[in-house]
C-alpha cells in the first residue's frame, strides 16, 4: 500500500514539475526581444522556432561553434527587418492623408495597438477597483502616444490657426460620439445581462462565459469602417489635442464628452452584490467608457486660455510632459525595437512634440476640476 502511495506520490511530483517547466519556458519565449521586435503580439508569439533557437545557443556554448551565433544574428535581423518593414508603411499611409482625413482615421484602431503601449502601464484587477485607483487611466495616455496618426495630428493641427484647428476637431467629437455613444449603450446592455444569466445560480461564482462580452476587437475592419474601441480612441486623443493646443473653439463638445462620461461612470459605479459583478464593471469603465481622467482633465483646462500653459489647475497638480518623436521618426520612444531590442533609440532629428498629460488624480479631484471650470 505504501508502495503505491510513494508510485501516485512520484507521479504526482512529475506531473508539477512537468508543467512548471512548459510554463517557464513559454513565459521565457514570450519575453523573447526578437519575437517583440518582429511585431508579434502575445498571442501570435510562436514557440518552436524560439525552442529551436535556445538549442543552438547552448549548443554552441558547448562546442565553441559560432555558425550556430550567426544564424541566431541572421534571425534577428529579420525580425528587425520586418518591424522597420511595418513603420515604414505606417508612414508611408499617413504621407498620403490630409490633417483633416488624419483626424478622421483616428477611429483605426490598429495604430493604437501596434507598437502598443510600455510594458509597466499594464495592471491587473484590484479585489477592490471601486473607486479607481489614482493611476488609473495611464494606459490609455500610452496608448494614444504609441500611435503615429496622433503625433501627425498634433503636429499639423498645430500649424493651423486655433479657430480652425479647434473646429475641426469640435466636428470630428461631435460625430465620433454619436457613433460611439449608442454601441456603447447596445453592447453594455448585451454584456450586463449576459453577465447576469450566466451568474443566475445562486451561491455559485459566475462562469468564464460571463465575461465574453467583456473581450473587445482590437484591429482595422477590412472595409476601413470605425470599430467599437477605435471611436473611443479617437475621442480621447482629440480631447488630449484640444487641451494641449488650447482649443477654445472645442470647447462646448469636450464638455459634452465629459458629461457622457460621467454618465458612465456613474451607472458602473452602481453598487452589485452578485460575485464577479465589481470585475465586470471594471472592465468596463477601464477599457470601454469615456472615463479617462487624466485625458479629460487636459481637455477641460487646456480648452480654457491660459490653464494648461500654466502647468497647474485648480487640484494642485502639475501636468506631465512627454517628449515624442515627430510622427515620420524613423523609431519613437513606443517603438517595439527601441522598448525591447535596446540597440534603437528615439529619432528626434526631424523635432519634436511636446505633449502634456495631467497627472494621476482620483475622483474627488476631477471632479473639483469639472467644479472650477464652471459646471455645477
Not at 451568474?199 to 460571463?210: K, L, M, Q, R, T
Not at 472592465?283 to 480648452?303: D, K, M
Request: with cysteine.
Amino acid at each position: 500500500m505504501y508502495r503505491h502511495l510513494r508510485i501516485c506520490g512520484y507521479t504526482c511530483f512529475a506531473a508539477i514539475l512537468g508543467v512548471t517547466v512548459f510554463f517557464s519556458l513559454s513565459y521565457a519565449l514570450r519575453r523573447s526581444p526578437a519575437l517583440r521586435a518582429a511585431g508579434y503580439s502575445e498571442s501570435e508569439i510562436p514557440g518552436e522556432p524560439v525552442l529551436a533557437t535556445d538549442r543552438v545557443r547552448d549548443s554552441s556554448a558547448e562546442t565553441g561553434d559560432t555558425s550556430a551565433n550567426n544564424t541566431i544574428d541572421e534571425a534577428t535581423d529579420s525580425f528587425e527587418g520586418k518591424s522597420r518593414k511595418r513603420i515604414s508603411e505606417h508612414i508611408k499611409i499617413l504621407n498620403a492623408e490630409s490633417v483633416r482625413e488624419s483626424v478622421s482615421n483616428l477611429s483605426q484602431v490598429g495604430m493604437f495597438y501596434w507598437p502598443g503601449i510600455m510594458n509597466d502601464s499594464i495592471r491587473g484587477i484590484s479585489d477592490f477597483p471601486f473607486p479607481l485607483s489614482l493611476e488609473e487611466g495611464t494606459i490609455d495616455v500610452d496608448r494614444i502616444l504609441s500611435n503615429r496618426r496622433f503625433l501627425k495630428c498634433v503636429s499639423e493641427l498645430k500649424a493651423l490657426s486655433k479657430t480652425e484647428a479647434g473646429r475641426i476637431v469640435g466636428e470630428q467629437l461631435e460625430m465620433a460620439l454619436q457613433q460611439y455613444a449608442p454601441i456603447f449603450e447596445d453592447r453594455w446592455t448585451e454584456s450586463r445581462d449576459h453577465f447576469a444569466d450566466s451568474s443566475a445560480v445562486p451561491g455559485e461564482s459566475p462562469s468564464g462565459d460571463a465575461f465574453s462580452t467583456c473581450s473587445f476587437q482590437m484591429s482595422d475592419n477590412e472595409d476601413g469602417s470605425p470599430t467599437f474601441l477605435g471611436l473611443r480612441l479617437q475621442i480621447l486623443s482629440l480631447v488630449l489635442i484640444a487641451g494641449n493646443l488650447g482649443l477654445e473653439e472645442a470647447r462646448a463638445p469636450v464638455q459634452i464628452i465629459v458629461e457622457e462620461a460621467y454618465r458612465q461612470r456613474d451607472r458602473l459605479y452602481q453598487p452589485d452584490e452578485r460575485e464577479g459583478a465589481t470585475s465586470h464593471n471594471y472592465v468596463w469603465l477601464c477599457s470601454a467608457s469615456l472615463y479617462n481622467r487624466q485625458v479629460l482633465a487636459t481637455g477641460l483646462l487646456g480648452t480654457e486660455a491660459g490653464r494648461l500653459a500654466a502647468g497647474a489647475s485648480p487640484s494642485g497638480a502639475a501636468f506631465e510632459t512627454h517628449r515624442m518623436t515627430r510622427y515620420d521618426a524613423e523609431f519613437t520612444p513606443y517603438d517595439i525595437l527601441t522598448r525591447y531590442d535596446g540597440s534603437c533609440r528615439p529619432d528626434y532629428s526631424k523635432g519634436e512634440i511636446v505633449v502634456n498629460s495631467h497627472r494621476a488624480l482620483d475622483d474627488a479631484a476631477f471632479d473639483k476640476i469639472w467644479r472650477d471650470t464652471g459646471h455645477p
